[in-house]
């Protein structure tokens, strides 16, 4: 084995110097994307109000948080003229009704003008059932299970949107009671 490293030329070390240096770089360089991708919509997107239902409060691999369904989480088959498949992304365009955006219409195709958020197709029937990517909050767990009571009495969800439907929740606004 010592015959081996005894081989070794500078150019060698050099090239193993640099292959390292830029593995290193190129681990970092994937998570300041997975970190910017999901902080972009907070910082660039548009704020809006969903409708939220719990579902579960703790996972002993995730730690503390609230699971969230949304009102527009279920779409009608009425809302859309095409068929999904589960995978497939779908654009929910939204609209405003006393203050909350509900779902208007679901599309395959990025709607070039109004609100609309993007999400992945989970289930078809009886109606489609979408994840956005904002259906958990994490916190600490005494905040969770105060979160968890209060949300259950009924909360709203701010959420920040981009202008490529992309999505990040901001913050829980209990309607009886502190989040």
Do not use: H
């Not at 005494?142 to 909360?155: H, I, M, N, P």
């Amino acid at each position: 084995m010592r015959e081996i490293f005894k081989k070794w030329t500078p150019a060698n070390k050099r090239f193993l110097a640099i292959g390292l240096a830029i593995t290193i770089i190129a681990q970092m360089m994937v998570l300041v994307t997975e970190y910017l991708s999901s902080v972009w919509p907070l910082w660039f997107g548009n704020p809006i109000t969903l409708e939220t239902t719990p579902v579960d409060p703790r996972s002993l691999f995730r730690g503390n948080y609230v699971l969230l369904n949304y009102a527009i989480s279920d779409i009608s088959k009425n809302l859309t003229s095409e068929e999904f498949k589960p995978g497939e992304v779908g654009y929910v365009t939204l609209k405003e009704e006393d203050g909350l955006f509900v779902a208007n219409a679901l599309q395959r195709e990025k709607p070039e003008t109004g609100i609309y958020i993007r999400g992945r197709v989970k289930k078809v029937q009886p109606d489609y059932r979408l994840k956005y990517g904002i259906e958990a909050y994490f916190m600490p767990k005494e905040k969770a299970l105060q979160t968890e009571r209060s949300v259950r009495r009924g909360a709203q969800a701010e959420i920040y949107l981009l202008s490529n439907g992309k999505a990040a929740l901001s913050k829980l606004i209990c309607t009886k009671g502190d989040c």
